[in-house]
């Protein structure tokens, strides 16, 4: 734990300089593990002794309390520092010293829910059993969010010891902390416990009194509910959200079914919560936007639910059939323009209906309004080309509500060029795939192999590692090979850094790498891992290493013939000495394997002097160092018929001058 000099104290943030009249201190504490905690509590003792003497010779002032920054699970070591850097606690100096926090991103996916999108770290800030904390605390998590959009609000999500789940409004998004302006969600807090920054659906609340109410919402203008007098007996609050419906959405659910070709649009899925004892005294009038199709769409879906299956079909597998209110072969349609119908789906008692008596106006600028009869819970507005059967309607919007939530991800595994033992497996949504691999490759990561085809993953879904082949994680515990999983969250980097290592070093002889193979695995509450068949699985290598075999000193003493030196000089002349039917009688008297004779052809296939030389040196190496090999190669030229060759063989090896030299 460093602790900044007196000349080097940070300077406190704008927002807390009365707290820092009070007596009270900026407490920066970053991720540790429980090491490092200990040596926070063991330099605390010294550190507050150093403070006391401080402030009792000049008053107390704001002082920043910095740990170190470990290595974090799953990550290598020069990685831990893409961890978002701290969270800042401010409270009096007595508590702010006392308060440790650990990161658990390993806990991630049980955090979000629904529709919410994590942008921060996971944080658990805890304080020592039976000390008293005087809340409120203010807390600041920094967080990164690439997509918020008038549709999401940020929101700092809290859960208790007991496991009591709340979300606290930020008071500001952004400040300055720690000498770093960013953004950072600082909240007070009545209670510690584990806090996280997600996105979630904005929800905006309004009261409907007696005498009515007309109201554009905020998150969208064009959306207008229009209460009439008289529609509640008394005031009453109402709830309401939206989600938005992508149209590529749409498109792809189109496609995965021809029942659904005939639905050219949807308006967006509006959430509204009313008291559920209370009915509509008089009809509300909803407007939604719901886009008209062009003259090109109009007709491609008209075209297609022609060549649909025909309305005898089943419905869509492990759908309940008593989902389904409306029996009615066709949908009807308030009006019907250039074969276009407009139908509006309900959710009511835990199923979706159609309100088939619903009247629903087509207005300018892509508008659709009706009045809403029955308390509904959500709805959406469905522009159709055609007539399509209810239960279908029903399926399309099943499915677009479980699909909503999930992106298409590309899987991506790059060892690192300098260092082939350590590899990244990242999660990374297909629209950011190429700007990922240039980050990738810019930090030293590179293929093969190339990126697995498109997934679908849900906020919070994990992946499963395992490992087969002459490959595996080197991170063990207790000789037990430890499970690797990684977590998707759609506006996170979503990384997982390995060091890999072969499980045999004599594996995989016949090639000049370790081979495995990577096996990813979904994990689904319930269900045990790896139960089902694999979501994907990539190829990985390690190349060999050079190993240096260590010999006593008798064995490297050898009583060979130091003046038999078959040099590199005489067989390079020897290979442009020699004919081509020449050099195909020498192979045969060599013994050279076949294989190796095929791979010097496919290296050098245009030079014989280069392949005779190639071959000569591999018989060469393969020999003992005792044996005579002039005395054996000129031996082979003979039985070639080529004896010329060999006596000039052996008038060309070293002469006696330098034989007697050397022995």
Known sequence: MAVESRGQQ????????????????????????????????????????????????????????????????????????????????????????????????????????GAEQLVSSVL???????????????????????????????????????????????????GS??????????????????????SCLRKENFTVPRKGLSLKLSM?????????????????????????????????????????????????????????TLTFRRAPTLTLPCPPSSDRDRKRGAEEADHARPMTAAP??????????????????????????LTLLGYKDDQWTILEDTVIRNMQNGLVSFELTENLQRLIVLRLASSVRPSHLIGLIEELENYIHCSRVSIVLHCKKDLPQRAVVAL???????????????????GPPDPAGEISMREGERLLLSFSGNITSAGKTSGVSVAETITFHSQRKNR????????????????????????????????????????????????KKVRSVSRPLSARVTSCDLSDSLSEELLLWLSEELTEEDAALLVLCLRVPRSSIQIVKLKVPESLPDQVFQLLTLWRRNLPTSVDKTQLLSRYLCRCGRPDLAKELLDQRPGSRAYTALT
């Open 124 to 174: 658990r800030i805890h304080a020592p059993d039976g000390m008293k904390i005087p809340f409120p605390l203010s807390i600041a998590v920094p967080f990164t969010a690439g997509h918020r959009g008038s549709y999401r609000d940020i929101l700092v999500k809290v859960i208790d010891g007991d496991g009591h789940t709340s979300y606290v409004s930020p008071i500001s998004l952004e």
């Open 428 to 446: 990374v949504p297909t629209k950011d795939l190429r700007w990922e691999l240039g980050a990738l490759r810019g930090e030293g990561y590179s």
């Open 220 to 276: 969208d203008s064009r959306i207008c509910l229009d209460y009439l007098p008289g529609t509640f007996s008394s005031p009453v609050v109402v709830q309401s959200m939206i989600q938005p419906v992508d149209a590529s959405l749409l498109s792809v659910l189109k496609s995965r079914g021809d029942a659904y070709h005939g639905v050219l649009s949807s308006s967006a899925l509006l959430y509204l919560t009313h008291p559920s």
């Open 496 to 543: 997982l850094f390995l060091r890999v290592t072969e499980v045999d070093e004599f594996g995989n002889y016949s090639s000049p790498h370790y081979k495995g193979t990577v096996i990813f695995h979904r994990v689904t509450e319930g269900q045990l891992p790896r139960s089902g068949d694999p979501v994907c699985k990539l190829s990985v290598t390690l190349p």
């Open 316 to 341: 869509a597998r492990g759908r309940p059939a008593h989902h389904v209110r409306a029996t009615s072969a066709s949908v009807k349609s308030s009006r019907e323009a250039g074969n276009e119908h």
């Open 177 to 198: 902390y720690g000498g770093q302006r960013g953004s950072f969600a600082e909240v007070k807090v009545y209670k510690l416990g584990v806090f996280a920054v997600v």
């Open 10 to 113: 940070a300077r406190p943030p704008a927002g807390i300089e009365e707290m820092t009249r009070m007596g009270m201190v900026s407490v920066a504490v970053m991720r540790q593990s429980q090491p490092i905690q200990r040596r926070m509590a063991a330099t605390s003792q010294l550190w507050g002794e150093r403070t006391r003497r401080e402030e009792a010779g000049r008053g107390s002032r704001v002082k920043m309390w910095r740990a170190e920054k470990p290595g974090v699970s799953g990550l290598a070591e020069d990685h831990a520092s893409e961890v978002p850097g701290c969270c800042y606690v401010m409270a009096p100096a007595g508590v702010a010293r006392t308060v440790s926090c650990e990161v658990a991103d390993s806990a991630s996916w049980r955090v979000v829910s």
